[in-house]
C-alpha cells in the first residue's frame, strides 16, 4: 500500500496544472480533505484550482483556503479551452458523484488521481489511492502528506482534523480506530483548538433547523418490531420552514438513537420529485449494500441514495429492502 503513496507522490511531482474535486454536498471529509491537499500542491509551486457542483456549506467557512473554491460555472473562464493536466478526486465513489456537468466538462489532459475510502469505491482513476480501511479521506491525505516529507502545519492539520472529526462523527462510530486517534493526535499537536473546530461544526445551527426538527420528528414511523425507523421530509415542511435540505444534516443520528432501532431512514423529497435516502445502522445491516441496491453507496453503517420515485414509494422500497436485510442477518446468526 505504501508503494501507492509514492505513486501518487510521483504523479503530483510530474505535473505542473491540477484541479481537484470531491462529491455533490460536500461534507467536512471532502472539503477538509481538498483544502489540504490544495495547500500542499500551492507549496509545491503548481498551478492548482478547486471546482465544486455545489457551494460550501456556511458551516465550513472556517476552514482555511475555503475561498479559493470555485464553481462549475467557472471553469470556462479559468480554462479557456486549456485544460489542467490533472484531476484529482477526493472522497467520491465514482467520477458522477462530483456532479454531471464537471464530470463531463473537467476532462485533465494526463491522468485522474482517485483518493478515497468508501467501500463501494470504484476504480474510475488512471491512478486509484482506495483505501477503504480507512476512516476518511483525510486519513489517506494525512499519510500522503507524512509520505511526502513536507510539513503538515497549523491550516492543513486543521483541515484533516475537521474531515477526520466529521467522518468518525467526532469519535464515536466504529471507523474510530486507534490509527485515526493517533492521527488526530498528531494533528492537534500542529496547535489546532479540537473545541473550537466542534463548535464550528456541530454546535452552530440556525434557528430554522431546530423548527425543521421538530416538525420532521413528527413523522416518524416504525415496522411493527420497531428495528426500521424512518421519517418523511417533504417540500412542504421545508418549505414551510424556509429550510432546505442541508438542514437535514444529522437527523437520521436521531432516529438511529432510538433503543429498538437497527437501521434508520431519512426519506427526503426533493424539488424534482425524486427522494434522498439517507441510512444509517446500528450493528449488523450493511446499509452501503441496500443503498447499492439502487445505484447508492456508502459506508456499512452510512449511506444513501437517490431514487427516481416519490416520497412513498421510494420509502417503501428501501424499508422493504432494510427488512431482508435484518430478517437474513437474523437467520444467519441462528
Ligand atoms: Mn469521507
Known amino acids: 500500500m505504501v508503494q501507492k503513496y509514492f505513486e501518487v507522490l510521483n504523479l503530483l511531482g510530474q505535473y505542473q496544472h491540477f484541479a481537484l474535486s470531491t462529491h455533490v454536498n460536500p461534507d467536512g471529509d471532502a472539503l477538509g480533505s481538498e483544502l489540504a ?3 500542499i500542491l500551492k507549496d509545491l509551486g503548481k498551478r492548482v484550482h478547486i471546482f465544486n457542483t455545489d457551494i460550501t456549506p456556511k458551516t465550513y467557512h472556517f476552514l482555511p483556503f475555503q475561498h479559493h473554491i470555485k464553481s462549475p460555472a467557472d471553469l470556462r473562464t479559468v480554462y479557456s479551452g486549456i485544460m489542467p493536466e490533472v484531476l484529482v478526486v477526493l472522497d467520491s465513489g465514482s467520477l458522477d458523484r462530483i456532479g454531471d456537468q464537471l464530470a463531463r466538462q473537467l476532462q485533465p489532459t494526463e491522468a485522474i488521481v482517485n483518493i478515497d475510502h468508501h467501500n463501494t469505491a470504484t476504480k474510475f482513476g488512471d491512478l486509484n489511492l482506495i483505501e477503504t480501511g480507512a476512516s476518511s479521506t483525510a486519513e489517506i491525505i494525512y499519510r500522503l502528506i507524512e509520505a511526502s516529507g513536507m510539513e503538515m502545519g497549523p491550516e492543513r492539520a486543521l483541515c484533516l482534523y475537521t474531515g477526520l472529526m466529521f467522518d468518525t462523527g467526532c469519535f464515536r462510530y466504529s471507523n474510530s480506530t486507534p490509527v485515526a486517534h493517533r492521527i488526530a493526535a498528531d494533528l492537534i499537536e500542529e496547535g489546532i483548538s479540537v473545541d473550537e ?3 464550528f461544526v ?3 445551527v440556525p434557528q430554522v433547523r431546530l423548527h425543521l426538527l421538530g416538525d420532521v420528528l413528527q413523522t416518524l414511523e416504525t415496522t411493527e418490531d420497531a428495528k426500521i425507523a ?13 429550510a432546505s435540505s442541508n438542514d437535514l444534516e444529522g437527523v437520521v443520528n436521531y432516529i438511529r438513537s432510538i433503543d429498538s432501532v437497527e437501521v434508520a431512514i431519512v426519506a427526503n423529497e426533493l424539488e ?3 427522494t434522498k435516502i439517507s441510512m444509517r445502522s446500528k450493528t449488523n445491516v450493511d446499509v452501503g449494500q441496500i443503498c447499492g441496491l439502487y445505484d447508492g453507496g456508502g459506508h456499512a453503517r452510512a449511506a444513501g441514495c437517490l431514487i427516481q420515485e416519490p416520497l412513498y414509494e421510494a420509502l417503501a422500497k428501501v424499508v422493504a429492502s432494510a427488512r ?3 430478517d437474513g442477518w437474523n437467520s444467519k446468526s441462528e
Request: overall charge negative; hydrophobic content about 30%.
Open 272 to 274: 424534482t420529485g425524486d
Open 202 to 204: 456541530y454546535d452552530t
Open 230 to 242: 424512518w421519517i418523511s421530509v417533504t417540500q412542504d415542511a421545508l418549505k414551510k420552514n424556509e
Open 324 to 326: 431482508l436485510h435484518i
Open 197 to 199: 473546530v466542534y463548535r
Open 37 to 39: 491537499l490544495y495547500s
